[in-house]
């Protein structure tokens, strides 16, 4: 199995600056694409920011600029560097693996960790 461990989360003034960490342990070949989303209440699961295996990266139109998507292939990690952070940004954050595994690809979650951004 695989678990994801997510870290960082917590309450932030707007226009503060928050930093995620995932990282993937288990049985692990290789990872293809890491990601980051986000579910507001009531709202449907969004996508933030991926990276890709070649470290290309893309992201939601309302973080561009504002937010950085990276990660550590040596310790299958991704990290997401949020700054000039907004209300609407409040969210529980979701870390997302598409993990190699023999000749099998699966898609892996973490638990979540709240973001509250406060105006």
């Known amino acids: 199995q695989v678990q994801l461990a997510e870290s960082g989360g917590g309450l932030v003034q707007a226009g503060g600056s928050l930093r995620l960490s995932c990282a993937a342990s288990?049985?692990?070949?290789?990872?293809?694409?890491m990601g980051w989303y986000r579910q507001a209440p009531g709202k449907k699961r969004e996508l933030v920011a991926v990276i890709k295996s070649d470290a290309s990266t893309d992201y939601a139109d309302a973080v561009e600029g504002r937010f950085t998507i990276s990660r550590d292939n040596a310790r299958n990690a991704v990290y997401l560097q949020m700054n000039n952070l907004k209300p609407e940004d409040t969210a529980v954050y979701y870390c997302?693996?598409?993990?190699?595994?023999?000749?099998?690809?699966?898609?892996?979650w973490g638990q979540g960790t709240q973001i509250t951004v406060s105006s």
């Open positions: 997302k693996a598409d993990v190699v595994r023999g000749r099998s690809l699966y898609v892996y």
């Open positions: 288990g049985s692990i070949s290789s990872i293809n694409g």
